[in-house]
Every structure is written in structure tokens, then in C-alpha cells.
């Protein structure tokens, strides 16, 4: 049977509005959905429209106006005028959404969603005499360009149909890039032309590391046999990934995939030793930590990174590419002979100086080829090509240098974005890397955020980890809802709410079937 839903005031609806909107002028009236909502707009908006279809589906059809003296429910219309991502909703006796591209159009169409009932998140039925949407006008527009979620899959493999609802559940917080972690020490999960062995050997450990490695890395970073002996794996075909691509597509948001360069780079060698420095690795590996093994500088070492981007290039045409370039201690290059050779004959003395030769080599390769490019913040440390976004992870006063320095920069700060990090402490906590972090940790990101005062912070993203986040429910109780207080930060540039004002959004996820954290 439909559900019976009692109509929320407007004050009500507008406080429910996740991320809020500059602006919300309800008025006294509703105007109801009709059995045929017929639409009319460019065949740019054809994603949005298709977003909305597939949610009131249950209750009833979207049609496109097939003339001009049909009657229309929706006009969406695109005004460049108005900022890219910015949109205008005005209703009264249909709907009108002007938008500042298809991207304000899929925001405009997110937020007539959120001003009906939860349950057209969900799978139905869903009752049309409840569908009814308060008249008024509503302008809005984001405050950053780049507004993300991270997601690791090379620690845990992670389905492509949890990615798939994953990326709706974004699109609901107005999120529009995904950064997709798909290579690690513990795991390779794209095929790479003429490289078999990485979703054969590379893509698969015989086990994970039971609770978190000895600390400071008492086994020299290497393996742990003390692991739970299950093995653990999995590569995504290109398909599945251009699949993904497509479906981010239509929702609004760019796949930013990454290729973990030079450091993080185990399962690599593990597949082609001859790629590495010499250690006996036969297996990616089972523990966590920071490695010592990761290829070597060698022409061959530097064709296979090539052959890897070129992949990811071709698999995501649209897309930022993503280069690693964390966490490399470069120690092994100077016990490889071939390695040391090249850098005695570059004049090279340090790690750091290596990396950046390296790192040189690989940005040349995707700027060559048209790409925007990005790293993570240790990239600074030896000079970063101009070219090179930086992402910053560890430090807020680094995401400040690298504005400063000319670089187009990304605020990750593990203090305020690392979701991985759990939310309780005490033993009937799950193991995690650390905890807490609070929604009032989150809400420090706002802070962060608003000191640097530069045009190159293009906005932030949040952080899941999965070393011991190791299934799709774990990662959602992760993400959410510290992740919705994340998306509305950025989203607005205000402070965050408390999570008393985020109820809505938190209802809107149940009926969504995702497994928030209550």
C-alpha cells in the first residue's frame, strides 16, 4: 500500500533542504504532480530530467512536450549568465528550473527532489497525491568547484554496484567528483594492456593483517605472517569501469581515478619483479603501513607507469588524472643498481631529488596528453611541476604553501576529512586507524577552509580509507552522516550544522537503503 505522508510545513521544508540553498522564498500554496509530467528544455538537461524520471517513476511518467501547445509541467531552460553550477527554481502553476549549465540543472532537479517526500529515494510504491511541491522560488549556487568523496578500493575491493549507488547517494549531497583509489601495495584493480599479471597476481593477497601492524613498523615495513589467511581480491574489467564512468556522468560527478605512483606500488612488483628493487615479494601485501618495496627508476619501470595512465586515460576520457606521489621513502633506489646508476648520472643524492626526477618524467607524460593532473602534497616537497593540482592531506598550513607557490589546490586535511577514522572509542569500537572523529571534527574543516584566502583552493573532499573498512556497509557507516556535514560545507562555505539539522538528509539515506551512522 502507498504510504500515507503528512505535509511538512515550509519552514519545515526548508530547514530539510541538505545542502542549504543562498536562498528559499516559499509561499502559501502547492502545486501537484501531475500523472504525466511533461517536460520541455535543450538536450543538454536530458540528464537531469532523467535523474527525476527515475525517482518518481513509481507514482508516475515524465514525457518530453512534443509541440509547443502541450501542456508543460517543467521548463528547464540554460541561462550561461548564471553561475556554471548555479540554478533558479521558481514554482507556481508548473515548474521552471533555469540553470547555469546541465550541472546547475541535475543540482536544481536534486533539490525539487529533497522538497517532496523521502520515500522517492526510495525503491516505492509512492502514493501521486503526495507529491505535491510548495510554490515559491529558490536561487542557489555552490561556493567551491570541487566538492568530493574519496574512495578506496585497493585496500578492500568494493563491488561495482555499491560504487553505482554510491555515486547516487553523492549526487544527493551535491558532491561532483569521486576520487577512486584503485591502486595500493594490498591491491591492483584496472587492467593495464600488455601488464596481464596485475589482476592475476597483483589484484589478489592470501590474507589481511589481523588489527592494526606492529607499531613503529617493528618488521621494517615489510609483511606480517600473523594475517587471517583469507585470501582477498578483485579487478574491475574496463567495462565495469566505463560504466561507472557513465553513471557518474549522468549525475553530475567526474571520476577522478588514481594510479598510485611510485610509492604504493607492492602489488606491482609482486605481478613483475623485475619492476621492483630487488626484495623477494611474491604476493601484494597483507599489511598496512608505509612500505619500503615499490618499483624502480629503470626505462622498463617507466614504460609500465606510462602504460598504466595511458589505461586510465582512455578508460576515463573527461576525467583529472590522478598520480599518487604519497608516502615513497625511495630508500631501495639507491640499493638497485640500475636505479643508482641513473641517478649518480643525473647527479641525484636524495630521495626527494629522485621522486621529483621521476615525478617530472610521469607529469610530462599526462600534461602531454591534455590531462589535468594531481598529487598528493608530499609532491611538494621537492618542487612540484606547476602543472600538478595538490591535493593536501596532512597539514592545513600546507594547503596554504601550495596556494602560495601557484599551485591549484584540494584540502583533504586527515584532521577534519579522514571518514576512516571511527567515531567511537572503547573496546566495543571496530578497529580502525584511529578515532575519534566527531561531527564537531568535521566541522573544523569550515575553519580550515575559510583561512586560506586564495583563488587556487578549489574546494576539499572527504577521505574512506579501507584498510578496516572492509565492506559496503562499513564504508556508508563511515561516510555518513559526517560525510553530509562535509558536502554542506563545501557546498555553501558556511559553518556546519549541528546534526539535529540534518535529520532530513539522514531520512532521505534510510529510504535510500544506506547504512548511515545512528
Not at 191 to 212: I, Y
Not at 336 to 351: C, D, F, N, S, V
Not at 368 to 396: F, H, K, N, S, Y
Amino acid at each position: 500500500m502507498p504510504r500515507e505522508v503528512e505535509m511538512p510545513t515550509n519552514d519545515t521544508l526548508i530547514r530539510g533542504l541538505c545542502p542549504q540553498p543562498r536562498q528559499v522564498q516559499l509561499t502559501e500554496g502547492r502545486f501537484p504532480l501531475p500523472s504525466v509530467l511533461t517536460w520541455t528544455g535543450p538536450d543538454e538537461v536530458i540528464n537531469a530530467v532523467t535523474i527525476l524520471t527515475e525517482r518518481l517513476a513509481p507514482a508516475l511518467d515524465v514525457v518530453r512536450a512534443t509541440s509547443h501547445t502541450d501542456d508543460v509541467s517543467l521548463t528547464v531552460i540554460v541561462d550561461p549568465a548564471l553561475e556554471a553550477e548555479g540554478y533558479r527554481i521558481d514554482i507556481d502553476a508548473q515548474v521552471r528550473i533555469t540553470a547555469g549549465s546541465p550541472s546547475g540543472a541535475r543540482w536544481a532537479v536534486q533539490t525539487l527532489l529533497q522538497l517532496l517526500t523521502p520515500w522517492v529515494y526510495g525503491p516505492g510504491p509512492l502514493a501521486l497525491k503526495h507529491l505535491c511541491l510548495p510554490k515559491g522560488v529558490i536561487v542557489d549556487a555552490p561556493h567551491h568547484s570541487w566538492r568530493g568523496a574519496h574512495l578506496d578500493v585497493s585496500r578492500h575491493f568494493m563491488p561495482t554496484s555499491f560504487i553505482m549507488s554510491f555515486l547516487d547517494v553523492l549526487a544527493v549531497h551535491k558532491l561532483n567528483r569521486l576520487h577512486l583509489h584503485l591502486t595500493d601495495d594490498q591491491g591492483w584493480r584496472l587492467p593495464v594492456p600488455g601488464w596481464p599479471r596485475l589482476t592475476t597476481v597483483g589484484a589478489w593477497r592470501p590474507g589481511t593483517v589481523r588489527g592494526h601492524q606492529p607499531p613503529p613498523d617493528d618488521n621494517g615495513c615489510d609483511d606480517v605472517a600473523e594475517h587471517d589467511h583469507i585470501p582477498h581480491g578483485g579487478a574491475y574489467t574496463v567495462d565495469q569501469l566505463r560504466a561507472i564512468d557513465e553513471r557518474a556522468q549522468l549525475v553530475g560527478i567526474t571520476v577522478v581515478p588514481e594510479v598510485d605512483l611510485p610509492g604504493h606500488t607492492e602489488s606491482v612488483v609482486a605481478a613483475y619483479p623485475e619492476l621492483g628493487c630487488g626484495a623477494p615479494i611474491s604476493h601484494p601485501r597483507t599489511a598496512f603501513g608505509v612500505s619500503e618495496h615499490h618499483i624502480n627508476l629503470t626505462d622498463a619501470a617507466l614504460g609500465f607507469c606510462r602504460d598504466a595512465l595511458d589505461a586510465v586515460m582512455e578508460i576515463f576520457p573527461n576525467s583529472p588524472i590522478h598520480i599518487g606521489g604519497d608516502e615513497c621513502p625511495g630508500k631501495e633506489w639507491f640499493g638497485h643498481k640500475p636505479t643508482r646508476t641513473r641517478l649518480a648520472e643525473l647527479g641525484i643524492t636524495t630521495p626527494h631529488q629522485a621522486q621529483a626526477w621521476f615525478e617530472r618524467q610521469i607529469c610530462g607524460h599526462v600534461v602531454a596528453a591534455g590531462r589535468q593532473i594531481i598529487a598528493w602534497d608530499e609532491m611538494l616537497e621537492a618542487g612540484a611541476p606547476e602543472e600538478v593540482t595538490v591535493m593536501v592531506w596532512r597539514d592545513a598550513d600546507d594547503i596554504a604553501r601550495a596556494a602560495a607557490a601557484g599551485h591549484d589546490v584540494i584540502a583533504a586535511p586527515a584532521r577534519h576529512t579522514y571518514l576512516d577514522h571511527g567515531m567511537e572509542t572503547g573496546p566495543q569500537a571496530p578497529v580502525t586507524i584511529d578515532a575519534p572523529m566527531t561531527m564537531d571534527d568535521v566541522a573544523g574543516l569550515h575553519d580550515v577552509l575559510a583561512a586560506v584566502n586564495s583563488p587556487h583552493l578549489l574546494g576539499g573532499q572527504f577521505q574512506l580509507w579501507t584498510e578496516y573498512l572492509c565492506t559496503p556497509a562499513q564504508v556508508e557507516d563511515a561516510a555518513f552522516p559526517r560525510g553530509t556535514s562535509i558536502a554542506e560545507q563545501l557546498w555553501t562555505g558556511n559553518p556546519a550544522r549541528p546534526l539535529s539539522e540534518l535529520e532530513a538528509q539522514t531520512r532521505r539515506l534510510t529510504a535510500m537503503g544506506v547504512n548511515w551512522h545512528r
